[in-house]
């Protein structure tokens, strides 16, 4: 079975409280704030098939969402985001009743179920949202949160 943690430093935390986060853009909450390391982990063996040391979450919630969404509505298609300082290329792309991964930055890739893709999406998508609305709390004020939100969990 697929698990998608996330690493969220305290750090991070601390700048992004301080940055009035009910008042960030889209676009910062996109691609500008809530820094994270993400990993891609088979639980039976607890090994790590793709480690991404910074992500910008939202993004990465967003992508996990949308290939989520269409991969329900059964759409083979392949959906890619990178961050705007090149650490990361993920593609997310649905091959009949599989799931392929990959970062074309670091080369890495993993295959799995769609069945297991789809589970550890609708876990990671709650479990990123409780978590950072747990630890920064002024975050839920934001009406471009709300909406991202929103469409993250439809």
Not at 89 to 114: H, Q, W
Request: net charge negative; proline share 2%.
């Amino acid at each position: 079975m697929l698990r998608i943690d996330i690493d969220i430093s305290q750090s991070t935390i601390d700048l992004e409280n301080n940055r009035n986060p009910d008042k960030l853009s889209l676009d910062e909450l996109l691609y500008w704030t809530f820094e994270t390391r993400v990993d891609f982990i088979i639980e039976s063996a607890e090994r790590s098939l793709l480690l991404v040391p910074e992500a910008a979450l939202f993004q990465i919630l967003q992508l996990i969402s949308t290939s989520r969404r269409h991969f329900l509505n059964d759409e083979n298609m392949e959906i890619f985001a990178s961050d705007r300082e090149g650490t990361y290329a993920l593609v997310i792309k649905n091959e009949g009743e599989n799931v392929v991964i990959r970062d074309d930055f670091y080369s890495t890739m993993f295959r799995v179920s769609l069945t297991d893709f789809l589970k550890a999406a609708d876990s990671f998508i709650k479990k990123a949202i409780e978590e950072v609305e747990m630890r920064c709390p002024n975050l839920i004020m934001n009406d471009n949160y709300q909406k991202l939100k929103t469409e993250l969990i439809s």
